[in-house]
């Protein structure tokens, strides 16, 4: 009922959970707690891998433990209802997130690529494409006031 009154209100849900062994360690109670998160309008945002914090060592699984869940999320739910999988890093350093490399090699005109079934597909890669990489991807002010006007900007 609060989740329904503060997002009716305009107000952005998000969860973030830590990973818990014991706990939410299996992707099938994480889906099912991402799931219901969407029902109530609750976005899972952040998935924490457990810090290694004096007293806790029993809760704390494996870095690859929580990948393994996020990718087997991927395949079986929405992507709305996958959460980041995030390190808090030491020293105040910030989240760094841990995402599956799903690009497996790279030729000159293709990519490899392997879905979250574990199959492998080609896909092609234009020429195009990597001549626009070497580009900046924010233009200059004076070349932005091409790309956009004032009207664009209003609208």
Request: with cysteine; aromatic share 8%; net charge positive.
């Amino acid at each position: 009922m609060a989740c329904d009154r503060l997002s009716k209100a305009g107000i952005p849900l998000g969860n973030q959970s830590v990973l818990l062994a014991g706990v939410n360690d299996y992707y099938v109670i994480q889906r099912k707690l991402c799931q219901t998160l969407l029902r109530i309008k609750v976005k899972p945002y952040y998935l924490f891998h457990c810090k290694n914090v004096r007293g806790i060592s029993h809760f704390r699984t494996s870095v690859e433990l929580g990948m393994e869940i996020v990718e087997r999320l991927r395949g079986h739910t929405s992507g709305l209802a996958v959460p980041n999988f995030v390190i808090n890093s030491p020293g105040g350093l910030g989240k760094v997130a841990l995402t599956p490399n799903y690009i497996m090699s790279r030729g000159e005109d293709f990519i490899i690529l392997r879905t979250w079934e574990m199959k492998t597909t080609r896909y092609e890669n234009p020429k195009k494409a990597r001549e626009e990489r070497s580009r900046p991807c924010i233009p200059s002010d004076e070349k932005f006031e091409e790309y956009v006007t004032e009207d664009d900007l209003t609208t």
